[in-house]
């Protein structure tokens, strides 16, 4: 069967850059910087103006904000970071190749996001940060989790990685704990031309500890001088370039996602209970992926197929039943709703550059399915 709605679509999703890169390209290439230089301190202060963050740091993926943020906080051996067991894996293995524990928390069924009731009853004396995550196209109750932390004196860390131009509770995704971070991974709604990442914060040392740890522990100014041990995490010229361009754009971008959302809610809300779309009411979210909840999973996305229509399943296992956790001790049934989101939810297409009434066809489709009984 010919695909006639892909997931991804990446021939459509980049047409209307394929000028900007090649004449990014040509700039990085005729000049001098490749690595940390102008155009990534241009992308820093515009990122730090947008969110209202007193810092911005780039680094080289969102999985290495997570990875430089932890280890600026000086988390290690001992220390536990509660983390949702419905998650991308980099939410809790950052913390784990810190040395510390990643301990997990059941999420919400209606958003696969972490429940603070649930979150709160896994502290223990050891923990040192809670770590809720963004996910597909909801915010996690940040004001809930900020009163958490302050009651037991936690870092609060968001992995805000979708969520760049998202609000909750009237401030900037990312900007309700100690830091935040940002994904710049193609996919992700504020998509570049490879990884990249950025934190952000209101801590000056913070900041400043995040910015020698992503270049080998140097500080500013002081090449082959280490204070610390770093990582090479760095963000290149050619990415911050590109994304310089694409960020005037975001809102734009964002409001058209919105806008698909809103057409798969109003015609598959009327398939419950067999089939759930994620809560209604899109404005200020991000909507990275919009996924659904289908009893008959399996069965659906072989229908969709059939169709044409390529789905993506997000995640098909949680994590605390991963290999790579299997050391933490969790087995089934620890986390019953993550368990379920594993086996229900479905990712539908969405991106900017979706054909016209595209998400009308996938609306369509997944109608015929259910109205044939299954």
């Given at each position: 069967m010919t695909t006639v709605i892909p997931y991804f679509d990446w021939p459509a999703r980049s047409a209307d850059w394929a000028d900007d890169i090649v004449e990014v390209f040509q700039e990085v290439a005729e000049s001098d910087e490749f690595i940390l230089k102008s155009r990534v301190e241009r992308l820093e202060a515009e990122i730090a103006d947008r969110t209202g963050a007193a810092h911005a740091v780039a680094v080289a993926s969102g999985t290495g904000a997570l990875t430089v943020i932890l280890a600026a906080l000086g988390l290690g051996?001992?220390?536990?970071?509660?983390?949702?067991?419905?998650?991308f894996v980099s939410t809790a293995s950052t913390v784990a190749l810190r040395g510390a524990r990643p301990v997990f928390a059941d999420v919400e069924y209606e958003t696969g996001l972490l429940d603070p009731a649930a979150a709160e009853a896994a502290v223990t004396e050891h923990t040192r940060a809670l770590l809720p995550a963004y996910l597909f196209s909801g915010s996690p109750k940040m004001g809930a989790f900020a009163e958490i932390a302050a009651r037991h004196s936690l870092h609060l860390v968001e992995d805000s990685a979708i969520a760049l131009g998202a609000e909750v509770d009237g401030k900037p995704a990312g900007r309700h704990g100690h830091a935040g971070v940002y994904s710049?991974?193609?996919?992700?709604?504020?998509?570049?031309?490879?990884?990249?990442?950025?934190?952000?914060?209101?801590?000056?040392?913070?900041?400043?500890?995040?910015?020698?740890?992503?270049?080998?522990?140097?500080?500013?100014?002081?090449?082959?001088?280490?204070e610390l041990l770093?990582?090479?995490?760095?963000?290149?010229?050619?990415?911050?370039?590109?994304?310089?361009r694409k960020l005037p754009h975001l809102d734009r971008l964002l409001e058209r996602r919105r806008e698909i959302a809103a057409v798969y809610e109003e015609g598959l809300?009327?398939?419950?209970?067999?089939?759930?779309?994620?809560?209604?009411?899109?404005?200020?979210?991000?909507?990275?992926?919009?996924?659904?909840?289908?009893?008959?999973?399996?069965?659906?996305?072989?229908?969709?197929?059939?169709?044409?229509?390529?789905?993506?399943?997000?995640?098909?296992?949680?994590?605390?039943?991963?290999?790579a956790f299997a050391h933490l001790g969790y087995g089934p049934g620890d986390f019953p709703v993550a368990e379920q989101l594993s086996r229900e939810a479905l990712a539908l297409p969405l991106h900017p550059d979706m054909a016209p009434g595209a998400a009308e066809q996938v609306v369509a489709a997944v109608s015929r399915f259910y109205a044939a009984g299954r």
């Open positions: 051996d001992g220390d536990e970071v509660v983390t949702p067991a419905f998650s710049f991974f193609p996919a992700k709604p504020a998509g570049g031309i490879g990884d990249a990442g950025m934190i952000v914060t209101d801590d000056d040392e913070l900041a400043r500890t995040a910015r020698m740890l992503r270049n080998h522990g140097q500080p500013a100014g002081k090449r082959f001088y280490h770093g990582f090479n995490c760095r963000m290149d010229e050619l990415t911050a370039g590109f994304l310089l809300r009327p398939l419950a209970p067999a089939l759930l779309p994620p809560p209604a009411g899109f404005e200020g979210r991000s909507v990275y992926t919009y996924v659904v909840r289908a009893q008959q999973r399996e069965e659906l996305r072989a229908h969709l197929a059939g169709q044409g229509i390529e789905t993506a399943v997000y995640y098909p296992r949680p994590l605390h039943l991963q290999p």
